[in-house]
């Protein structure tokens, strides 16, 4: 291949990348940015790590994606105690239908580390969702149930819009409620949340103290019990004591 026509096809392929890289700018959705000093964690008594009242209430409820299509969300929660088998199903329907299903195709799981114990994790899939549809949903059971919502993403197209927030290194410092809450308010609103890695820096206690992925994860509901939350662990995550199975057990 001569000189002249290598370049030719090389100016031709930059001239493809960048009209494709001003075609996925997303643009800036707002001017924040994050306090770049260190704060810190808030107080154990919190209100926003309150535990939701009622017995054996679930808490740090979250969804995210249950396959590649849009249709089928997992849904996590933790009770404090075993739940009978009515408690273990999650209770869902379509807004624009009445009709109520129950899933039953839920996973419980418990570990220890040290001195701690966690909770009973549950873990239930819903399948065959509608595209763009807003769904209601109920976990728990008896007179101590809660109520959330999701909307399911469009059909996939090459053409259709969706937008996704992102987030990483959140922590749960008074900054952290500062970020989340921007993201909250934020007028344009994300569909899912990408979350980058660096979850609830329970490493960053003596023993990894676990009660701080509780605490998080009562932080979170907030937004995670209602869009989809998609995760990748960060090196907080990556613990090389192997008998740590909290990012795991909690969020898959």
Known sequence: MGVDKFLARFTYVLIIIN??????????????VRNN??????????????????????????????DHQGKSVIISWITANKSESESKSVLYWAANNET?????????????????????????????LEFDTKYYYIVGAGNVTREFSFVTPPRPGPD???????????????????????????????????????LSYADSYPFHDNTRWDTWGRFIERS???????????NHEIDFVPEIVSFGSFWF
């Open 19 to 32: 009209a494709l890289i001003r075609l996925s700018e997303g643009g800036l959705t707002s001017n924040y």
């Open 37 to 66: 000093g260190l704060s810190r964690d808030m107080p154990l008594d919190s209100d926003v790590f309150r535990v939701p009242s009622g017995f054996n209430a679930p808490q740090q409820v979250h969804i995210t994606q249950g």
């Open 100 to 128: 109520k299903k129950t899933s039953d195709s839920t996973t419980v799981v418990k570990y220890n580390y040290y001195n701690y114990t966690s909770g009973y994790i549950h873990h239930c899939t819903i399948k065959n």
């Open 160 to 198: 259709v819009p969706y937008t996704f927030g992102l987030i990483g290194d959140l922590g749960q410092t008074y900054d952290s409620n500062r970020t989340l809450t921007h993201y909250e308010l934020n007028p344009i609103k994300g569909q899912t949340l990408l979350f980058v890695g660096d």
């Open 224 to 234: 995670a019990a209602y869009q989809p939350w998609i995760w990748t662990a960060g």
